[in-house]
């Protein structure tokens, strides 16, 4: 048994606007992943669906947690002529770092993954959540099970 397994994970929700502050202290806590609901990284869109907030305090956040050695998960709810041109975005996220994108059940999946005709199945157990990744990448990109399925 790997030593990660023997681990038990914790994981804080967050929207990530003070992650920067508050990085160290949730790894000192205990925290080990860190899950960030953002829906963009387009900067005026975030503005717009964030009561005015700024994205840089989120980008600033989710480096510092890696840097603290927390795993980051992003929790994305696509919605059609939104952010729905941001897919291959996110895709490039886990060609760059070892994050997990996950897609809420807001648009249907058929979409999402016809962008993405390299993606192939993880195996293990996610809970809830479908994971796959690209072959050369370091992350990978889960879909969110409906409640029902």
């Known amino acids: 048994m790997s030593s ?10 967050t ?38 907030k700024e994205l840089q305090p989120v980008i600033d956040g989710i480096n510092r947690a890696v840097g603290a050695g927390l795993r980051i998960r992003l929790d994305v709810a696509l919605k059609e002529g939104f952010n729905d041109d941001e897919i291959l975005d996110f895709l490039q996220l886990t060609l760059m770092h070892r994050y997990d994108i996950v ?8 979409v999402i993954k016809e962008k993405m005709p390299m993606l192939r199945s993880v195996e293990g157990d996610f809970g809830d959540v479908e994971m796959y990744k690209y072959a050369v990448a370091r992350g990978r990109i ?6 029902g399925q």
Do not use: C, H, W
């Open 4 to 13: 990660e397994a023997a681990m038990e994970r914790r994981t804080m929700v």
């Open 15 to 52: 929207d990530g606007q003070d992650l920067a502050e508050k990085a160290e202290e949730y790894k000192a806590a205990g925290v080990t992943d860190v899950t960030v609901v953002v829906n963009t990284f387009n900067y005026t869109r975030y503005r717009q669906s964030n009561d005015g």
């Open 103 to 110: 897609f809420l059940p807001t648009i249907d999946y058929a």
């Open 142 to 147: 889960g879909f969110l099970k409906n409640r």
